[in-house]
């Protein structure tokens, strides 16, 4: 356990996952790194999807990670490599 106070939430869904226990090592703890400083103070590399209500991506290397932010409650609907993540 984290001796920092979170001030959000997180969920992952059950899809994202799935995908984030197939990475390799080194990049589940980087992503790991970078979604305990989201929910500390809604740190890192965050841009709002534009059109998308609510919805931002967190940026990893070369990977991104789709949430939705419903108050102070993060929801990763999505991880996958900026190519296809977005469903180009």
Known sequence: MSKYAYKYTLEIREAPLRILNGLPKNLRQQIGYQL??????????VKKLEGHKGEYRLRVGNYRLLFRLIGRHIVVNNIGDRKDVYGR
């Open 36 to 45: 305990e400083l989201l929910q500390r103070n809604f740190n890192g590399d």
